[in-house]
C-alpha cells in the first residue's frame, strides 16, 4: 500500500530563516506530487505541482520554491520566510482522479 | 472556471442527529467530485468520490452523499453521528481538463458534536 510522510510535522521559525519541508511517498511510483498550505480561515491553497522529476509548476508568486530530486520526494523551500509563510503545509500524491494527502507540517514564523 | 461552494462554515449536531453538509459545484461537464474530512492537526482523509453511475456512493464511516446534476450538488450525509466525527469537511472538483490532475476544493465546514 501507499505511504505519504511529511517532516517535520512542527517548526517554528524566526523571520528571514531559511526553509525545508520534506515530503516522501512510498509504494508507488512517478505519482504527482502537490503542496497546499492552509492558513487559518483561508481554505486550502494549492502552492506547487509536479508531475515528474525535475518538473515544478507554482500557482503563487511567493517567496517558495518547490524541488523533486528524486521521483518520489517532494520538497519546499524558502531562503527568507516572512510571518505570511506561517501556516499548515500538506503534501499530496496522486497516480489517478483522486489525492493522498500526508499528515502536514505546522510551520509558525516569529 | 471551475469551483466549489460549501454554504456552512460551521455546523453543530448532538451526537445521534442526523448529518447533511452541503457542497454546490461549478463546472461545465460531468464532474468528478469529492469528499475529505480533516482532522484537528491531521491531514486530509478521503470520504468517498463520484465519478459517474449511481448518484448515491458510500463512503468510509458510514457517509454517503448523492450527485444531483439538476442542482449542482454533492451533500454529505450521515443518519447518525458520533461523536468521533467532529472535523473539518471539504468538498473537492476534478479538473478533467487539466494534466496535472488538479483538485478544487470548498473553503470546508466544520462540524462540532454535542455529546
Known amino acids: 500500500s501507499q505511504t505519504i510522510h511529511q517532516w517535520p510535522a512542527t517548526l517554528v521559525q524566526p523571520v528571514g530563516s531559511p526553509l525545508s519541508l520534506e515530503c516522501t511517498v512510498e509504494g508507488t511510483s512517478n505519482p504527482n506530487l502537490y503542496w497546499y498550505r492552509q492558513a487559518a480561515g483561508r481554505g486550502l491553497q494549492l502552492l506547487f505541482y509536479s508531475v515528474g522529476i525535475g518538473q515544478i509548476s507554482s500557482e503563487v508568486p511567493q517567496n517558495l520554491s518547490a524541488s523533486r530530486p528524486q521521483d518520489r520526494q517532494f520538497i519546499l523551500s524558502s531562503k527568507k520566510l516572512l510571518l505570511s509563510d506561517s501556516g499548515f503545509y500538506l503534501c499530496?500524491?496522486?497516480?489517478?482522479?483522486?489525492?493522498?494527502f500526508g499528515p502536514g507540517t505546522r510551520l509558525t514564523v516569529t | 472556471a471551475q469551483s466549489v461552494t460549501q454554504p456552512d462554515i460551521h455546523i453543530t449536531v448532538s451526537e445521534g442527529a442526523s448529518l447533511e453538509l452541503r457542497c454546490n459545484y461549478s463546472?461545465?461537464?460531468?464532474?468528478?467530485l469529492f469528499w475529505y474530512v480533516q482532522s484537528p492537526g491531521q491531514g486530509l482523509q478521503l470520504l468517498l468520490k463520484y465519478f459517474s453511475g449511481d448518484t448515491l456512493v458510500q463512503g468510509i464511516k458510514g457517509f454517503e452523499a448523492e450527485f444531483k446534476r439538476s442542482q449542482s450538488s454533492f451533500n454529505l450525509r450521515k443518519p447518525s453521528v458520533h461523536w468521533s466525527d467532529a472535523a473539518e469537511y471539504f468538498c473537492a472538483v476534478y479538473d478533467r481538463g487539466s494534466t496535472l490532475g488538479r483538485l478544487y476544493f470548498g473553503r470546508g465546514t466544520q462540524l462540532t458534536v454535542w455529546p
Open positions: 463546472y461545465g461537464a460531468t464532474p468528478y
Open positions: 499530496a500524491w496522486s497516480r489517478g482522479f483522486e489525492q493522498y
